[in-house]
C-alpha cells in the first residue's frame, strides 16, 4: 500500500531540491502534483482540498521561502500535514481503570476483518499483561464462533459462545463469566452484514446500550476505497464508534481509505491490521506511517522491534560482548534469526529511509539469507566464533560442505567483514536508543 503514492510525492517534493530559492511558482506546482498525487491515490477530494489549501499556505509563508533550505522545509510541512491527516496523534485504547470487566466492541461489515480483529486485538493485550475473553455474538455468519474459537486455542485465549443464537445474551452472559474466570476485558465479535442494514444497526445498538462498552472499534477493510467512508459515516450516525481499526493494510489498494477515514469521520484509526497472523495489528503511529509514505524510513518501529525482541531473548554475555562490538559468525546468524522475527529483511529494508525503492525495484532477494544460513551451519564451531581463523583451504573444504562455491563463501565473509564494522560504527547510537525505548 502507499507504494505510488509515496513514489509520486518524492518525485514532486524532489523536484524542488537543488533549487536555492523557492517561488511561489515553485510552491505551486509542486503542491499541484501532491494534490494530484493524493486524489490519484483515492483520497477523497475534499481531504486532499483542506490539505492542499493548508499546506500551500504554511509553504509560502516568508519563513519557508526565505529560509536558508526551503525544499526541506516544504517537505516538513507536508510531513506535518500527512501526520494531521491521519489523525496527528496516537490514539490507543481507552479502558476505565475501575471497571470490572472492561468490554471492548468490535463492529464492521461481513468479510471486513472483525473475527481476525478480535483475536488479535486480545492478543495484544496479553501480551500487555491484560486477561482477555472474546465473545462470539457473531451468529448468523455460521463459521464466526468456530473461527473465532480456533484463533482463541492457537492463542490460549478463551472464547465464550452461550447457547450460539441470541447475540445479546450472549454478550450479556459474557460479562458475568468473564467476572467469575477473573477476565479482566472482554472482546465482543459482533455480527456483520455484506451492507448496512436497519436490522443489524439495531441489533449494534441493542448491544450498545447493554454492554456499555469502554470502547466501539469500527474495522474497515482499507482495500474497499472510498466505500469505506460511507459505511463509516453510516455507522457513525446510527450506533457511533470510539475508533477504527483499518484492516488488510497490506494489500495493494492505492491507501486512500486509510488516509481520508480521519478526517471525513471525526474517528481517529487507533489501530492497523498487516497480515493475517495473530501479531499482525499494530497501534496506528501517524508520523511514523507519514514518514514512510514520504520514504524517509521508519527506524523508530524498527529500533523498537528490535528492542522488544532482544529484551525477550538476547542473554546476558552475548549483550555484553556485541556492546564491544565483538561481532562472530554466530552472532551473524542470530542477527538473520532477529530479522526473520522482525518481519523479514523487505521489512528491515522498508524501514530505512529510500527502502521502500530499494524493494519496489525487486533487487532485495530473501534467499541470499537461507544461503548464508547454509554456510555458517557448515563451519566448525571454532570457525564461527573465531571467523579470523578461516583461511583459503577452509572456505573451499566449507563450500563443499554446503554445496555452494568459494565465491559465495568469499561474499558472506566480505559481508561478515563490512557488518562488524559498521557494527562497530552505529553501537554508540544503536545503544543510546535501545537505552531509550527501554526507559519507555
Ligand atoms: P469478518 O467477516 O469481518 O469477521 O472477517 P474475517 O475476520 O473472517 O476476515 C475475512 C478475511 O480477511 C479472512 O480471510 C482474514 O484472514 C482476512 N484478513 C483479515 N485481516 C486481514 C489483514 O489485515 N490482512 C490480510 N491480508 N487479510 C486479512
Not at 507536508?78 to 490507543?92: K, R, Y
Amino acid at each position: 500500500m502507499f507504494e505510488s503514492l509515496s513514489q509520486r510525492l518524492q518525485n514532486a517534493l524532489g523536484a524542488l531540491r537543488g533549487k536555492g530559492r523557492l517561488t511561489e511558482a515553485d510552491i505551486a506546482q509542486a503542491m499541484r502534483e501532491v494534490r494530484l498525487a493524493l486524489l490519484e491515490a483515492d483520497v477523497n477530494f475534499k481531504v486532499v482540498s483542506r490539505f492542499s489549501i493548508r499546506a500551500t499556505e504554511r509553504c509560502s509563508a516568508a519563513e519557508v521561502l526565505n529560509s536558508l533550505t526551503p525544499a526541506q522545509n516544504v517537505v516538513k510541512v507536508v510531513l506535518d500535514e500527512l501526520t494531521d491527516m491521519l489523525g496527528g496523534q496516537t490514539q490507543t485504547l481507552e479502558l476505565a481503570q475501575n471497571k470490572h470487566p472492561n468490554v471492548v466492541m468490535l463492529v464492521g461489515l461481513q468479510g471486513s476483518g472483525k473475527t481476525t480483529a478480535c483475536a488479535k486485538l486480545a492478543y495484544l493485550l496479553k501480551s500487555q499483561g491484560k486477561r482477555p475473553l472474546l465473545a462470539a455474538c457473531d451468529v448468523y455468519r455460521p463459521a464466526a464462533a468456530d473461527q473465532l474459537e480456533t484463533l482463541g486455542r492457537e492463542l490460549d485465549i478463551p472464547v465464550y459462545r452461550g447457547d450460539g443464537h441470541n447475540p445479546l445474551a450472549i454478550a450479556t452472559e459474557s460479562l458475568a463469566h468473564a467476572t467469575s474466570t477473573m477476565r479482566d476485558v472482554v472482546i465482543v465479535d459482533t455480527a456483520g452484514r455484506l451492507h448496512i442494514d436497519d436490522a443489524m444497526m439495531d441489533e449494534m445498538y441493542q448491544l450498545k446500550v447493554a454492554l456499555e462498552p469502554d470502547e466501539i472499534l469500527m474495522v474497515i477493510d482499507a482495500m474497499i476505497g472510498q466505500d469505506a467512508l460511507n459505511v463509516a459515516h453510516a455507522f457513525a450516525e446510527k450506533v457511533d464508534f470510539d475508533g477504527v481499526i483499518l484492516s488488510k493494510m497490506d494489500g495493494d489498494a492505492r491507501g486512500g481509505a486509510a488516509l481520508s477515514v480521519r478526517e471525513t469521520t471525526g474517528k481517529p484509526i487507533k489501530f492497523i491490521s498487516m497480515g493475517e497472523k495473530p501479531d499482525s495489528l499494530e497501534p496506528l503511529h501517524p508520523d511514523r506511517l507519514a514518514r514512510r509514505i514520504l520514504g524517509m524510513g521508519d527506524m523508530v518501529s524498527l529500533i523498537e522491534s528490535a528492542v522488544k525482541v532482544q529484551q525477550d531473548e538476547l542473554r546476558e554475555e552475548e549483550a555484553q560482548r556485541l556492546a564491544h562490538a565483538d561481532l562472530n559468525l554466530n552472532d551473524f546468524l542470530e542477527m538473520n534469526k532477529q530479522i526473520k522475527k522482525i518481519g523479514g529483511i523487505s521489512k528491515f529494508i522498508g524501514a530505512l529511509p529510500g527502502g521502500d525503492r530499494a524493494l519496489s525495484s525487486g533487487k532485495v532477494d530473501e534467499k541470499i539469507f537461507e544461503r548464508m544460513e547454509t554456510i555458517i551451519f557448515s563451519m566448525t564451531k571454532e570457525e564461527r566464533e573465531k571467523p579470523d581463523c578461516i583461511n583459503g583451504r577452509r572456505r573451499a573444504r566449507i563450500a563443499a560442505g554446503a554445496g555452494v562455491s568459494v565465491t559465495d563463501v568469499n561474499q558472506l565473509m566480505k559481508k561478515y567483514g563490512e557488518t562488524r564494522k559498521m557494527v562497530r560504527k552505529m553501537m554508540p547510537s544503536l545503544q543510546e536508543s535501545a537505552e531509550h525505548f527501554k526507559k519507555g
